[in-house]
């Protein structure tokens, strides 16, 4: 089989919006040796909607770290809904991202860590409602996906249970937090590459000390 690099990601982590560019950029690189699958982790899944207001005082405090780590940088309309959670109708829940990623990687498989981070900026840039149907509009005129299509996809069971079978699966490779990255290559062999954000010099060394232990590299 070919090595498959498999990125266990949340749409809601913030973590993961900063280490998106040092994957896409060290994937990219490597592009020739394995294929990229991108599973939602299931972060959030309140039984009851809960508001952002349980989360704000966390945020408020842990965006910087982020910021400072990666250099990334979040938005001021995403930040409005951290420093104002009393004014804002955002209730946090990563069922809805992972099912638009479900279909998605239907339409383009290729392009699956492109769109994750897309959906990233357009939350924790843009300060979209990624539990609002509209959140996902703008990427469909961007990717030329068929609005109708797209919609009757979101709400049907099918792409729901696709979903939950990430969230699943993400538990079997017993991954505990996001990001996390690792890279199969056989049927029964995984190697963890990254565990928690992971800079550009660290990943790239791994991948290629696990390319050359299965002598895929030499």
């Excluded at 896409?24 to 909607?49: C, D, H, N, W």
């Excluded at 409005?80 to 339409?107: Q, V």
């Excluded at 990717?143 to 797209?150: G, S, T």
Aim: charged share 20%; proline share 6%.
């Amino acid at each position: 089989m070919q090595p498959i690099l498999i990125y266990c990601y949340d749409a809601y982590c913030g973590w993961c919006y900063g280490f998106s560019p040092v994957l896409k950029k060290v994937t990219a690189e490597f592009a020739a040796y394995f294929s990229v699958e991108v599973l939602s982790g299931g972060m959030i899944l309140p039984e009851q909607p809960t508001p952002i207001g349980v989360m704000a005082p966390y945020i408020q405090q842990a965006y910087k770290t982020v910021e400072n780590t990666t250099g990334i940088n979040f938005g001021e309309d995403y930040l409005w809904h951290i420093f104002h959670p009393e004014l804002s109708d955002w209730f946090p829940n990563s069922e809805k991202p992972a099912i638009a990623l479900c279909i998605f990687k239907e339409y383009f498989p290729e392009k699956q860590l492109q769109f994750a981070s897309d959906l990233q900026y357009a939350l924790n840039f843009e300060g979209r409602d990624l539990t609002d149907d509209e959140a996902y509009r703008h990427l469909l005129h961007q990717y030329q996906i068929p609005e109708e299509e797209f919609y009757k996809k979101l709400h049907d069971e099918t792409y729901k249970e696709k979903a939950y079978y990430e969230f699943a699966l993400c538990k079997q490779l017993q991954v505990t937090g996001y990001p996390a990255v690792l890279l199969q290559t056989t049927e029964s062999k995984l190697y963890l590459l990254a565990k928690g954000f992971t800079d550009e010099a660290t990943l790239r060394q791994r991948i290629k000390n696990v390319l050359k232990e299965v002598q895929i590299l030499p």
